[in-house]
């Protein structure tokens, strides 16, 4: 069983950054671990992934935003810069292997002066 945590949401003015991190607990392989997010009224849509040595970025946020991991902490990051307040939405991170797939529990980001 795997838990993730996230943190490091809060409210940011426009053009601001932001770093999310997620850290992943407990025993499990994970083939790929990314970030999506959900704002009132839409579907949930992925942010951006990990997999290895390869990145993939939803259009909306390439060039702003940049996911990273540290394998040795667990932990994988999101560093989200020049905001927008269509970027307001609550952020989870998700983690992917053989036959499982978890989700945390998100962290709201709220772009607004």
């Known amino acids: 069983q795997v838990q993730l945590a996230e943190s490091g949401g809060g409210l940011v003015q426009p053009g601001g950054s932001l770093r999310l991190s997620c850290v992943a607990s407990g025993s499990g392989f994970s083939i790929s671990m990314g970030w999506y997010r959900q704002a009132p009224g839409k579907q949930r849509e992925m942010v951006a992934t990990?997999?290895?040595?390869?990145?993939n970025y939803a259009d909306s946020v390439k060039g702003r935003f940049t996911v990273s991991r540290d394998n040795a902490k667990n932990t994988v990051y999101l560093q989200m810069n020049s905001l927008k307040p269509e970027d307001t939405a609550v952020y989870y991170c998700r983690l992917t292997g053989f036959g499982v797939d978890y989700w945390g529990k998100g962290t709201p980001v709220t772009v607004s002066l």
């Open positions: 990990i997999s290895g040595g390869s990145t």
